[in-house]
């Protein structure tokens, strides 16, 4: 099996959360190669969330490592996180409702300089999500959900990042705009760009995906690739809601 | 009726005084209050200190042109820089350590610094009133068709709204400006965007508390006798501006400040009877907007995320 540290674009290695005495995550650990699908499934509660905010910096670890790009970025701040390619599709979209459409893409750009790449980029967005450019000017807390959620991930793209963490991106979607939005992170990940997914629709998921860990209550308890676990008859049984046979 | 018979009885030049007066003090009012909503907008606290802000750069004009003998333009310059550099300050010592802590603490927190400053000046600056300097034409009284004004009553309006366009431009074209609206919406994405946070909360407080100066030196223009607790009534008031246009809202601030501010002149006009209760003015329209708009004139229905 290749396991060769440059080849993991993320690297998660015992990774404990508490928040307030009661640990979230115990200790667990998973790889991210470059220019692949992961998916992370499990249940609400989970722990899944907690992951990604702490991959991210907005919690602090009690212990363990993450390491990006072979760089140790365990418990720095978001901002010199950031500045790395990672970025974040959060959880609820949670797009700046008080920003227009074109504002909410722009910030996602803050951190870079270059004007006119920016302005290449936006466009770019817009031609991927039409919805988006009809809409420029609106508030974007006027916009339905889906279009949230594909603003969500165009202000993501906007950093240009090298890895791209979506957190429960189908979350009160409907079937039609869950499948838009798994068509269009497919398109992105052929293109190049490394995803890590987090899902509670772990058919959807597991579907699309190279590789694949379950959460449970803070533990990692199976991996596999996206195929793999498809077949697995616990995982259908708990997951995807088909009887074992 | 008296309602109407003092109307009647007023002439229409008293009635264009009263309203230069209301107009000037509503722009005061107007421009401390939007120190307290942008802070609010951000931090979702009431910056206590706000009040004695406006006290210290009273202070910082009248030294700088009393004692150090600087041409009161300069000392303008250097009381607004001074003023800025004292909201820092204050944030960074009193509210930052306490980001993390629950709301209330940060609260007292902002209740201490505001006793704190009074204290200081008291102690530094003796609790005598002191006679704001008279500054060469704006403190000479003109008169204008019939009714004598004095002139800072007419650059104070304009250097309000002055204030105002530039602010708006700030917060709303420039990417400062687009990071204090997302900062102000949601700190962790913010954060997850690049954004530093702590430097968008200097910038909120330099911007409140520049035009706290701003406003302080025309109040001390307008209203020359300055003391150490002479922040408090006006600092509150200020803030009751800011809750009832909708706290968080500039454009709120500044429509309550102006609905104070007028409201307070125009009521002492109309009734002098009435003239103790002044300060009082300010409380009643504040219970009575809140009532029928818990959210003030133009503040957003909010639904806090539990």
Redo the contacts between chains.
């Keep these: 099996m290749l396991t060769w540290g440059w080849m993991k674009m993320l690297k998660v290695e015992n990774l404990v959360v508490s928040y307030g005495g009661i640990e979230a995550l115990k200790g667990i650990s998973l790889e991210v190669p470059k220019g692949e699908i992961v998916t992370l499934i499990g249940a609400n509660g989970a722990g899944k969330s907690t992951l990604l905010r702490s991959i991210?910096?907005?919690v602090k670890p009690q212990s363990g490592k993450i390491t990006y790009e072979g760089e140790d970025i365990t418990g720095r701040?978001?901002?010199q996180i950031?500045?790395k390619g990672l970025?974040?599709v959060?959880e609820g979209r949670?797009i700046?409702?008080?920003?227009t459409v074109l504002?909410n893409l722009?910030?996602?750009a803050?951190?870079r300089t270059d004007k006119d790449g920016i302005e290449k980029d936006i466009k770019r967005m817009y031609e991927l999500f039409p919805r988006l450019e009809e809409r420029s000017w609106q508030m974007a807390g006027t916009l339905s959900g889906g279009e949230q959620q594909m603003l969500a991930v165009g202000?993501a793209l906007l950093?240009r990042p090298q890895l791209l963490m979506m957190d429960e991106p189908s979350l009160g979607l409907a079937p039609l705009i869950i499948k838009d939005i798994f068509s269009i992170m497919q398109e992105i990940n052929q293109q190049g760009m490394t995803i890590l997914l987090i899902e509670q629709n772990a058919n959807m998921a597991l579907k699309v995906a190279h590789r694949a860990y379950v959460l449970e209550t803070g533990k990692i308890t199976m991996s596999g690739t996206g195929a793999e676990l498809l077949e697995n008859p616990e995982i259908k049984a708990a997951y995807l809601g088909k009887k074992k046979k | 009726m008296e309602y109407f018979d003092a109307i009647a009885n007023m002439s229409a030049l008293s009635f264009a005084q009263h309203m230069v007066n209301g107009i000037s003090l509503g722009s005061l009012y107007a421009l401390i209050a939007i120190g307290y909503t942008m802070v609010y907008g951000i931090l979702l606290m009431i910056n206590f200190a706000h009040g004695d802000i406006v006290m210290m750069a009273c202070y910082f004009a009248f030294f700088g042109i009393t004692a150090f003998h600087i041409p009161w333009y300069f000392t303008f310059i250097i009381t607004i820089i001074l003023t800025a550099i004292l909201g820092v300050l204050i944030e960074r010592s009193a509210y930052r350590p306490l980001r993390e802590a629950p709301k209330n603490s940060i609260l007292i927190s902002a209740i201490g610094a505001s006793f704190l400053l009074e204290n200081l000046a008291n102690y530094l600056f003796s609790g005598r009133p002191m006679r704001f300097p008279d500054v060469p034409l704006l403190s000479q009284n003109i008169s204008i068709g019939g009714i004598e004004i004095q002139a800072i009553c007419l650059v104070i309006p304009v250097v309000t709204i002055l204030s105002l366009v530039v602010l708006l431009h700030i917060v709303n074209h420039t990417?400062t400006g687009?990071?204090m609206?997302?900062v102000?919406?949601?700190y962790?994405?913010a954060?997850?965007?690049?954004?530093?946070i702590d430097n968008i909360i200097s910038i909120t407080f330099i911007i409140g508390s520049a035009l706290a100066a701003i406003g302080a030196i025309m109040y001390g223009i307008r209203y020359p006798g300055i003391t150490p607790m002479m922040g408090v009534m006006p600092g509150l008031k200020c803030f009751i501006a800011a809750v009832i246009g909708g706290i968080g809202n500039i454009k709120g601030a500044v429509l309550g400040g102006f609905i104070l501010g007028l409201g307070e002149i125009l009521i002492v006009a109309f009734f002098p009877d009435l003239s103790g209760y002044r300060d009082a003015f300010a409380f009643i329209v504040l219970i009575v907007i809140l009532f029928y708009k818990p959210t003030g004139l133009l503040g957003e229905k909010t639904t806090e995320k539990v």
């Design positions: 991210v910096g907005l701040n978001s901002q950031v500045k970025t974040l959060p949670r700046f409702p008080n920003l504002e722009q910030i996602g803050y951190m202000r950093s | 990417k687009m990071a609206r997302a102000s919406k949601d962790e994405i954060r997850v965007m690049g954004i530093n």
